[in-house]
């Protein structure tokens, strides 16, 4: 897990130079040769100099341009794993945020909800799949 300290912001060059860079790109290669990146469309995840890292340095990664804006429906956090994390904070108080936020059975299961989601979203013309799935 990687924490922010308070106050730092976000922009474009402590994203790639630091989150990316030295830590979250590193950490993804130790667990996974082969991987897909994708990001939604903050500010820093668009810069410039963060795309050309990320299609410099990752096997595949899937640019901005290739995908389409509030795309809550296709992201397997969005629909799946930060709900099953919400409902779990409320229910009881939470003693180990590792062991609460990443069960692989949930991980598995939004990521293998994935293709069948994009399939949708081309069925629907990037419409709501709430109707679609």
């Not at 996974?32 to 469309?41: A, K, P, R, V």
């Not at 389409?68 to 799946?80: A, G, T």
Request: net charge negative.
């Amino acid at each position: 897990m990687i924490f922010i300290d308070p106050g730092v912001k976000i922009n474009g060059d402590y994203y790639c130079n630091v989150l990316l860079s030295q830590q979250l790109l590193p950490a993804i290669r130790q667990i996974s040769g082969e991987f897909i990146f994708h990001q939604d469309n903050a500010p820093a995840h668009r810069a410039r100099e963060t795309i050309n890292l990320l299609e410099r340095e990752t096997p595949a990664f899937i640019s901005p341009d290739l995908w389409p804006p509030n795309s809550l429906d296709l992201n397997p956090v969005d629909y799946k794993i930060w709900v099953i994390v919400q409902q779990r904070v409320y229910q009881t108080k939470v003693q180990d945020w590792l062991t609460c936020s990443s069960q692989q059975t949930v991980i598995d299961e939004a990521i293998d909800q994935w293709r069948k989601r994009l399939h949708s979203c081309i069925r629907v013309r990037g419409g709501c799949l709430e109707d679609a799935l």
